[in-house]
């Protein structure tokens, strides 16, 4: 499921049946329906954090280039592509 055009306005969130877990000591995103575990690096922890409210990819890059030292072209590319990964593993929604 790819962002479509127009996406960087619309509002995405974390589904309800997934939640931050912590195994062996390393911090895991657990989808409970499926029972499936994802682990995330150090930055895709922070974006899986701005998912807990309805948030835009617009938002998301804004928000990591104050954070971040970033290219703003490469940080969307990279946002939208690892949003697209969690939209295709059921992590996000995107809201109506």
């Known amino acids: 499921m790819d962002l479509e055009y127009g996406s960087i306005y619309k509002l995405y969130t974390q589904k309800e049946e997934v939640s931050l877990k912590e195994v062996e000591g390393k911090k895991v995103i657990w989808n409970k329906q499926q029972n499936t575990y994802y682990q995330l690096g150090e930055i895709g922890l922070v974006?899986?954090?701005?998912?807990?409210?309805?948030?835009?990819?617009?938002?998301?890059?804004?928000?990591?280039?104050?954070?971040?030292?970033?290219?703003?072209?490469?940080?969307?590319?990279?946002?939208q592509a690892f949003m697209e990964e969690l939209l295709n593993e059921g992590l996000i929604s995107k809201l109506d």
């Open 47 to 79: 974006i899986w954090g701005y998912f807990a409210v309805p948030v835009t990819l617009e938002q998301i890059v804004t928000r990591l280039m104050d954070e971040f030292e970033v290219i703003e072209t490469e940080c969307r590319r990279q946002v």
